[in-house]
């Protein structure tokens, strides 16, 4: 009897060990949550079952387009038990392309066409239907809404062509089609809702949360979570402006500016695209999850393509623990920036944040980072936790983490490789 319990033991220990090397070569390889991919086998989660394998629905809408042309599209997994009246909507981020020549590239991939989409995606993280990995939403109706327009939904123009080929900026009408589906498929009857989204899929969340609000009525609780998608609007470590420079291409390429009523004629277009301005205007209850040193934005934002010459950042871009003690001040400087760029939501009584020190991109979209024994925690508690606390008024979650290294439980990334710039 011993015996057999202790070999059932041994079996299950193994098993998640097996599920966590598993889990974190899936996340190793995908370095960041939008990293085009061939379709995925299903990784093990924490629990012992498989992660949801969802398919793809395409939405025919006339002038509701990806960049090539091609029906826009999303996967749903419908809810279950006492989640089946709620809804969890997810945008997918990707960063965005700035001139035709990045958007006809982009057009090549699942981020400007269906026709290179998976077929099905893979649901972790805040999209898991598994209890253990998802405590408080697993079984909401749950949708990942795929990104296809190049800037973050927000682009309307009517038709685009250059040098003989069409493109298409459509993010808008996009989200029009999508919502109206959606609602006809149930979302309109959901009692709770919730938008969500990280990376350029944070941003998205940004500029779209109090038109989501505006589809269900007053009475249905709606709140929104903007998932490492703060983009700080800083120097780079040469001393230029390189995200407002490409922010200000993305947003004349796709004449996004009217959209953004909050900006004002003296702003260049691409300062109008920063979560701090657009955030400014948006009367919703939103959830800020940011990590302080958030991989991707060191990576793209501080110290991007031509303003590292001499790559004295690759080391340190790749792996904080490699940066010297001048580079780890740099980054408690764009840490701080941060800080300061929050401070005014800080007072909005309805808001939540979770603000890591932790080197990672889009921590609700992975098992490992979301809630699993080895997700970072403040104040004991996994970004998982911190976000269902403050979606069901739990408590109040104002989190900031103290600066890097003081948090023990960050689970850093080590990336295998530096970006190629398009
Ligand atoms: C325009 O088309 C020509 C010929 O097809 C091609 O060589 C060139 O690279 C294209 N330029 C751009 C910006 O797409
Ligand atoms: C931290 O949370 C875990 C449950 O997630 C609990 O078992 C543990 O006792 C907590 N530790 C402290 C110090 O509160």
């Known amino acids: 009897m011993a015996a057999v319990d202790l070999s059932k033991l041994v079996e299950e220990k193994r ?8 889990a974190a070569l899936l996340f190793t390889l995908s370095r960041y949550a939008a990293a085009p991919s061939s379709s995925p086998p ?31 599209g999303y996967h749903f997994l419908p809810g279950f038990g006492d989640g089946s009246h709620n809804w969890l909507l997810h945008l997918e981020g990707g960063s965005w392309c700035r001139n035709f020549k990045s958007c006809a590239q982009r057009k090549q991939t699942n ?17 898991s239907d598994d209890q253990s990995q998802n405590p408080d939403f697993y079984n909401w109706n749950k949708v990942k809404i795929r990104y296809c327009d190049g800037a973050s939904f927000s682009g309307n123009v009517q038709h685009e062509v250059k040098n003989g080929t069409d493109f298409f900026f459509r993010g808008q009408r996009i989200w029009e089609a999508v919502m109206a589906d959606l609602l006809s498929k149930g979302l309109s009857r959901a009692k709770q809702a919730f938008l ?19 589809l269900l009525p007053k009475t249905r609780t709606v709140k929104c979570l903007a998932d490492g998608g703060f983009f700080l609007d800083v120097e780079d470590i040469s001393g230029r402006r390189y995200m407002r420079a490409f ?8 004449d996004v500016r009217k959209k953004f009523p909050h900006c004002s004629s003296d702003m260049e277009p691409g300062q109008c695209f920063f979560p701090r301005e657009v955030a400014k205007s948006i009367s919703t209850p939103m959830f800020i999850l940011n990590p302080a040193y958030d991989v991707w934005q060191v990576e793209h934002v501080l110290s991007p393509q031509g303003s590292d010459p001499q790559n004295l950042w690759r080391n340190c871009r790749m792996d904080i623990t490699k940066c010297s003690s001048k580079q780890l001040e740099v980054l408690q400087g764009f840490r701080k920036a941060l800080l300061d760029a929050i401070d005014e939501f800080k007072t909005r009584r309805e808001w939540g944040m979770f603000i890591d020190s932790c080197f990672i991109h889009c921590q ?19 970004a998982a936790e911190a976000v269902g606390d403050w979606f069901f008024d739990r408590r109040e979650v104002k989190e900031i983490d103290c600066e890097y290294p003081c948090n023990p439980t960050c689970y850093n990334a080590v990336l295998d490789e530096p970006y190629k710039e398009d």
Request: with cysteine.
């Open 15 to 22: 098993f998640w060990v097996a599920s966590f090397l598993a």
């Open 42 to 72: 299903p990784s093990p989660s924490y629990g012992h079952r498989l992660n949801a394998l969802v398919d793809l629905t395409l939405v025919y809408d006339r002038g509701a387009v990806c960049l090539d042309g091609t029906p826009p």
């Open 111 to 127: 981020l400007g066409s269906s026709d290179h989409m998976d077929t099905r995606a893979e649901f972790v993280g805040i999209l």
């Open 196 to 214: 969500t989204g990280c990376s350029a899929g944070g941003l998205s969340t940004y500029i779209h949360c109090d038109d989501f609000r505006a």
């Open 247 to 254: 922010y200000n291409d993305v947003a004349r390429l796709q």
């Open 364 to 382: 609700s979209m992975k098992a490992i980072t979301w809630h699993s024994p080895l997700a970072a925690r403040i104040n004991n508690k996994t």
